[in-house]
C-alpha cells in the first residue's frame, strides 16, 4: 500500500526557511512524479513543485520559482522541499503527490495525482 508521509512544517517568520519532507513507501517510484501541492485557508489547492523520481526534471509554480527547491534522496525514498525567503501568502497546507507517468512541459501543471499524503502544516507569519 503505497504511503507519503510528510513532515517539518511548522510556524516561521516572514523571509525564514523551511524543510519539508515527504517519505515514500509501499511501490517502487522510479516511473513516478512527485510533487508539492498547498491549499490556503478559503482557496483552491495550488500546484508549487514537482520532480521525476528518475532523471530529476523540475517544475515550479511562478509564484516560488528561485525560493523554493524539490528534490529526491533516492537512499531514503524522500522528496524534499527546501522553502526560502517564505511570504506569509505561503501560509497553507502542503501536501505531497504522487503520480504515475511524465512530467508536463510547461503551465498548467496537472492537479490530478494518484496518492497523497494527509498534510503538514506551514504558517507565515508577518
Known amino acids: 500500500q503505497v504511503q507519503l508521509v510528510e513532515s517539518g512544517g511548522g510556524l516561521v517568520q516572514a523571509g525564514g526557511s523551511l524543510r519539508l519532507s515527504c517519505a515514500a513507501s509501499?511501490?517502487?517510484?522510479?516511473?513516478?512524479?512527485m510533487a508539492w501541492f498547498r491549499r490556503a485557508p478559503g482557496k483552491e489547492r495550488e500546484f508549487v513543485a514537482a520532480?521525476?523520481?528518475?532523471?530529476?526534471?523540475?517544475r515550479y509554480a511562478d509564484s516560488v520559482k528561485g525560493r523554493f527547491t524539490i528534490s529526491r534522496d533516492n537512499a531514503k525514498a524522500t522528496i524534499i522541499l527546501q522553502m526560502n525567503s517564505l511570504k506569509p501568502e505561503g501560509t497553507a497546507v502542503y501536501y505531497c503527490?504522487?503520480?504515475?507517468?511524465?512530467?508536463?512541459?510547461?503551465?498548467?501543471?496537472?492537479?490530478?495525482?494518484?496518492?497523497w499524503g494527509q498534510g503538514t502544516q506551514v504558517t507565515v507569519s508577518s
Open positions: 503527490a504522487a503520480k504515475l507517468g511524465g512530467l508536463e512541459l510547461r503551465p498548467p501543471y496537472s492537479t490530478i495525482y494518484d496518492y
Open positions: 520532480i521525476r523520481w528518475s532523471g530529476g526534471g523540475t
Open positions: 509501499g511501490r517502487t517510484f522510479s516511473n513516478y512524479v
